[in-house]
């Protein structure tokens, strides 16, 4: 096996989700019960450049698991991408003798934690992401807290858009993927879900689909649109005027990222917190976490980060007959 591993640091890089303070309690008490000392790394890469570095105890990550956001603080930090950076953080780590690091975040986040397993910094990556938009695994973490919050939202909006006999357009994050966006619709009984990786830009048909459903009695129309699609605002005005039913757009925006994470989160978190500690202490370097088909597993990151996947065909089409 690889090196031995005394040291690890934890950070967190890119978009943050619900269940990132989970995980790094997870990462630091099982380093921490494996005998190795834990590093904190604030503010994800830009922290690391600027040596915002501490040793974190147990005690330290006492009372975090239900907080939403991370206690660690996250940066984009696009300088990490030129070669000469990642080669000073590389130096960095060994000045702080650190001789791992537990990367959450998303793809991005990766190819960082790629760049240090390359100049010999032991990594692996965590998935934290409410979009659902890592190939390698069926779970990011973030996303459970993430639904059930824009779900909730939704509910809201529904009873008001039929009180007023309106169509209501409500758009969910999801970067460029629409996971959010199916599982909120299905869930919210939406007239129509709208999703980048389907979605044919035949906004007539949208029109046909309203003008029917009135005629049928129906006192709202609710549309869920991903942030992929985006441009809500504009699609109820032109809905608006080509129906005659007044038309409202809803962005959710961040309050979908935030608040205390649901159990799943926690836990789904927490076990694959402990589990990078785990394949860290054992000397492995340049994989990612994942879980697939029930089990927790790892992957090379090139591997991980070649992989592709798509949304469930059969339940993008059965949520248009429900
Ligand atoms: P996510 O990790 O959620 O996909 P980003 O794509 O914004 O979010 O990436 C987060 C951070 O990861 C970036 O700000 C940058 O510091 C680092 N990163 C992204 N792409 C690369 C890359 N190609 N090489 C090195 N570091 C990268
Ligand atoms: O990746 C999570 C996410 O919230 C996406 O859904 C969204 O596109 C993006 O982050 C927004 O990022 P920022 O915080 O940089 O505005």
């Known amino acids: 096996m690889g090196k031995e591993i005394k040291t690890i640091g934890v950070l967190t890089s890119g978009g943050d989700a619900p269940g990132m303070n989970a995980a790094i309690r997870a990462v630091a008490r099982e380093a921490i019960h494996n005998g190795c000392r834990v590093m904190a790394i604030k503010r994800g890469y830009k922290g690391l450049l600027n040596e915002e570095i501490e040793e974190m105890k147990s005690v330290d990550v006492a009372g975090i698991i239900q907080q939403g956001g991370t206690i660690l603080g996250t940066a984009r930090c696009p300088e990490f991408k030129e070669p000469e950076v990642q080669a000073m953080a590389a130096e960095i780590c060994r000045k702080h003798e650190i001789d791992g690091i537990v990367v959450i975040g998303g793809d991005g986040s990766y190819r960082g934690a790629q760049a ?9 990556g965590i998935p934290g992401t409410i979009d659902l938009d890592i190939a390698c695994t069926e779970y990011t973490i973030g996303f459970d807290t993430a639904i059930n919050t824009a779900m909730e939202a939704i509910d809201k909006v529904k009873d008001t858009s039929s009180s007023h006999e309106r169509c209501s357009i409500i758009e969910v994050m999801g970067r460029r993927a629409g996971y959010i966006a199916l599982w909120c619709g299905i869930a919210n009984g939406a007239e129509d ?68 994470p649901t159990c799943k989160d926690r836990y789904i978190a927490s076990i694959m917190g ?5 394949i860290l202490a054992q000397g492995k370097t340049n994989r990612v976490v994942c879980y697939t088909g029930g089990q927790y597993v790892d992957y090379d990151i090139e591997e991980a980060l070649a992989m592709t996947k798509s949304i469930p065909e059969y339940e993008f089409q059965i949520s248009k007959n429900l």
């Not at 029109?207 to 029917?212: A, L, Q, S």
């Not at 402990?274 to 785990?278: G, L, M, N, S, V």
């Open 274 to 278: 402990a589990y990078a500690a785990d």
């Open 193 to 260: 879900i709208l999703i980048p990786e389907e979605y044919d830009y035949d906004e007539q048909k949208i029109v046909d689909h309203i003008i029917m459903n009135r005629r049928y009695g129906k006192k709202h129309h609710l549309i869920i649109n991903a942030e992929g699609i985006g441009h809500s605002t504009s699609m109820a005005r032109r809905i608006e005027a080509a129906t005659g039913i007044e038309t409202r757009a809803t962005i959710l925006g961040y309050m979908q990222r935030g608040g205390s």
């Open 116 to 124: 240090l397993a390359r100049h010999g910094i032991n990594t692996i």
